[in-house]
């Protein structure tokens, strides 16, 4: 599968590793959009919640509290953004599901419909 979070978790491609069990992996994103920008991903390859099955829905809680309990060994102690982008209109560009952790700054929020 041309997938190049998939040859991230097969360490088929470098990455900057902050945590990685069975389930999951998270590294920092190449492109960051803020001081601290991590990506989390399941290491279960599905595109979309849409296509998760009961163990990928499991595994999105614990990963969800991976990340609590990581926040301050990442940096994120004063808070962080997590995001998700589906599909087309949110610009995803990687189909491997994979949630954004983002902070290390005050984030400031954005009105989308100004764009
Ligand atoms: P999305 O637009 O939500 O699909 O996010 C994909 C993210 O993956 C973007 O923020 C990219 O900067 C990031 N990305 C793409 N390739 C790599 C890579 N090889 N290593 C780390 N992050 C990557």
Redesign the pocket.
Known sequence: MDC?FCK?IKGE?P?KKHYEDDRMLI?????P?ANL?Y?AVPKHHYATIDNMNEQDQEDIGYILKKIADLKDMLGLTNGYRLTI?QGES?????HHL?I?IMGGQNLGWTDFRKQ
């Open positions: 190049i991230i491609i990455s590294f920092e994103d190449v492109s959009k920008h990506l982008n949110a610009g995803q560009t990687v994979h954004h």
